[in-house]
């Protein structure tokens, strides 16, 4: 059993920056494609970013793209979510979830194991 703890989440202005962790036990992190998802209040759970297994591929939602980066260290175990320029409509609990396939996939669905989440909320 993977276990995901998310860690980084929290309150910002307009325009500033926060970095999230993942940080994973129970499994062997570099099989696992890596995802970040978000949800917002009274909306559903949606991808953010993700990344391959061999860190060769990295996907990322429209509305972030240029503004967050998702990277791994597959020696410490951890994914990452590097945000900027955050804007008010990045609030939300945001995520982070392992894939046993190898497909980079958007889908929360196939996500086989989640963390707990964290807040991150950004005020204008």
């Known amino acids: 059993q993977v276990q995901l703890v998310e860690s980084g989440g929290g309150s910002v202005q307009a325009g500033g920056s926060l970095r999230l962790s993942c940080a994973t036990s129970?499994?062997?992190?570099?099989?696992?494609?890596m995802g970040w998802f978000r949800q917002a209040s009274g909306k559903e759970r949606e991808f953010v970013a993700g990344?391959?297994?061999?860190?060769?591929?990295?996907r990322y939602r429209d509305s972030v793209k240029g503004r967050f980066t998702i990277s791994r260290d597959n020696a410490k175990n951890t994914v990452y979510l590097q945000m900027n320029a955050l804007k008010p409509e990045d609030t939300a609990v945001y995520y982070c979830?392992?894939?046993?396939?190898?497909?980079?996939?958007?889908?929360?669905?196939?996500?086989?194991?989640w963390g707990q989440g964290t807040q991150v909320t950004v005020s204008s």
């Open positions: 979830a392992a894939d046993r396939q190898l497909e980079l996939r958007t889908d929360a669905k196939f996500y086989d194991y």
């Open positions: 129970g499994g062997t992190f570099s099989r696992y494609g």
């Open positions: 990344i391959r297994r061999s860190v060769q591929g990295t």
